[in-house]
Antibody
Framework: EVQLVESGGGLVKPGGSLRLSCAAS????????MNWARQAPGKGLEWVSS????????YYADSVKGRFTISRDNAKNSLYLQMNSLRAEDTAVYYC??????????WGQGTLVTVSP | QSALTQPASVSGSPGQSITISCSGT?????????VSWYQQHPGKAPKLMIY???NRPSGVSNRFSGSKSGNTASLTISGLQAEDEADYYC??????????FGTGTKVTVL
């Protein structure tokens, strides 16, 4: 069964940085587009970023453009999200998501990022 | 990119049918047949229920169905069951090669 396990969340001060990781297993990771999505406490879902299988195409939500960087290492079956210049409004559970036919078919359990002084 | 518009809440009695709407624009819902629906129970990760407007992934009950007309997509849950009580989100691929989610709908089984 497809497994997506996020890590790297935690408490960080405003203006700080954090790097999230997602370990993928039980599917051919390199052939799938992957997304990051997030959910602020008590709020709805928000798409954050997408990266195609070969990293040829990368897209970001306007809310994170210029501050977040998505990347992947297909040899390690891993997805990353480098988050810089963090703001209070970036506080959320961040999900690693497998994409198939432009649908988000499988979600990880999420990792909580809290941005607070 | 503005969120797609969903009703905040929908309720129904066991066995009834309910429909959740998802309104967008020609740049997202109306422009592509890439609308999907997600179910989220409290404290859990979202689960894909419908993709490509009306297709069900393997393992999802046929009580869940999707449709689209113009810029509005809909999710119908028939034969409502207690386990269907959850938050539901629509999502669409967009003309900017991004995704947009709906505002979310809380389904209550009376």
């Amino acid at each position: 069964e497809v497994q997506l396990v996020e890590s790297g969340g935690g408490l960080v001060k405003p203006g700080g940085s954090l790097r999230l990781s997602c370990a993928a297993s039980e599917f051919t990771f390199s052939t799938y587009t992957m997304n990051w999505a997030r959910q602020a406490p008590g709020k709805g879902l928000e798409w954050v970023s997408s990266i195609t299988g070969s990293s040829s195409y990368i897209y970001y939500a306007d809310s994170v453009k210029g501050r977040f960087t998505i990347s992947r290492d297909n040899a390690k079956n891993s997805l990353y999200l480098q988050m810089n210049s963090l703001r209070a409004e970036d506080t959320a559970v961040y999900y690693c998501v497998k994409v198939d036919h432009l649908a988000m078919t499988r979600w990880g359990q999420g990792t909580l990022v809290t941005v607070s002084p | 990119q503005s969120a797609l518009t969903q009703p905040a809440s929908v309720s129904g009695s066991p066995g009834q049918s309910i429909t959740i709407s998802c309104s967008g624009t020609s740049r997202d819902v109306g422009g592509y047949n890439y609308v999907s629906w997600y179910q989220q129970h409290p404290g859990k990760a979202p689960k894909l229920m419908i993709y490509d407007v009306s297709n069900r992934p393997s393992g999802v009950s046929n009580r869940f169905s999707g449709s689209k007309s113009g810029n509005t997509a809909s999710l119908t849950i028939s034969g409502l069951q207690a386990e269907d009580e959850a938050d539901y989100y629509c999502s669409s691929y967009t003309s900017s090669n991004t995704y947009v989610f709906g505002t979310g709908t809380k389904v209550t089984v009376l």
